[in-house]
């Protein structure tokens, strides 16, 4: 399937589902704790995927031409449980995922080493960049400091995997299009953000691509339902995150603080 852009240029439309953790530990109360999903929490929205019929595809292996809608799964931030967990459950089904690895976090505690990610690559899933520090917020950060963040992560997991890294996301949700201007100076192809759409842009040559995010509690059916395309969920999604919008617009800083307040009684 093909989404025209105003620009004339046809993109394959592709459903990402963005996930983060996956561990059965209770962890430290706060936002984090709520892209954690439960192991058997996280097999029932693979199996609610598989049920779907899906069409699994990783960009290691290229999009191909289907009647399908292709569907990535993205994992966020370089936990421990890529490995540990995640890697092995989704090669059980036959799949492959894309794992994104703040390059500042690498061997500290909960996360990935080097030798972990380059066993992740090897084992065929996709190794991406969410950037060296995982800033608060990229919108703003000069351009220069955006580069730094896309290219010098980029080295060292390419270095890592000894392999070229042309795909990564953004932290935190926010974009704008310096971000990926930047991501691809850096030499990206492909910037994943976590806006709930399938619509694709090209930015000078990186495409870039919207994600649904999936969070603890969440009902297994609802990855499912978004992977064959289903509307209702997606609508779901597009309207709280236009409503988060608007009020980080009215909020600016101040949204960010708030957040993190109400989180951390969660
Ligand atoms: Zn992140």
């Known amino acids: 399937m093909r989404a025209e852009r105003s620009s004339g ?4 439309e592709v459903v990402c589902l963005e996930y983060h953790d996956v561990s059965d530990q209770a962890g430290p109360p706060g936002g984090a704790r709520l892209y954690r999903l439960a192991s058997l929490e996280f097999e029932a929205h693979l199996r609610s995927i598989q049920e779907r019929h899906c069409h699994i595809c990783h960009l290691g292996g290229g999009l191909p031409e289907a009647n399908a809608r292709p569907v990535l799964l993205t994992f966020d931030d370089g936990f421990r449980s890529a490995l540990d967990t995640i890697a092995g459950v989704l090669e059980r089904f036959g799949w492959r995922g894309h794992f994104f690895i703040v390059t500042d976090w690498i ?7 080097r030798s972990q990610i380059r066993e992740l690559a090897g084992r065929g899933h996709v190794i991406g960049t969410h950037s060296c520090s995982h800033p608060e917020r990229m919108p703003g950060l000069d351009a220069s400091r955006l580069v ?3 290219s ?13 890294v042309r ?17 691809a100076e850096a030499g990206l192809e492909t910037l994943f953000t976590s ?6 842009r090209n930015v000078n040559g990186c ?3 919207g994600r649904y995010t999936l969070k603890r509690g969440m009902k297994a059916e609802v990855s499912g339902a978004i992977a064959c395309g289903a509307g209702w969920p997606r609508a779901r999604q597009s309207i709280a995150w236009g409503a988060r919008k608007v009020l980080k617009g009215l909020l ?14 969660y």
């Open 9 to 12: 240029e046809a993109f394959q």
């Open 107 to 113: 061997g500290k505690a909960g996360y990935l080493d």
């Open 148 to 150: 730094r963040e896309w």
């Open 152 to 164: 010098e992560s980029r080295e060292v997991l390419a270095e890592i995997t000894r392999d070229g």
């Open 167 to 183: 795909t990564g996301s953004v932290p935190n949700g926010y974009y704008d299009r310096a971000v990926a201007e930047a991501a």
């Open 195 to 200: 806006e709930p759409t399938m619509a694709v």
């Open 207 to 209: 495409l870039v691509r």
């Open 252 to 265: 600016g800083e101040t949204y960010i603080s708030v957040r993190k307040r109400i989180l951390q009684h």
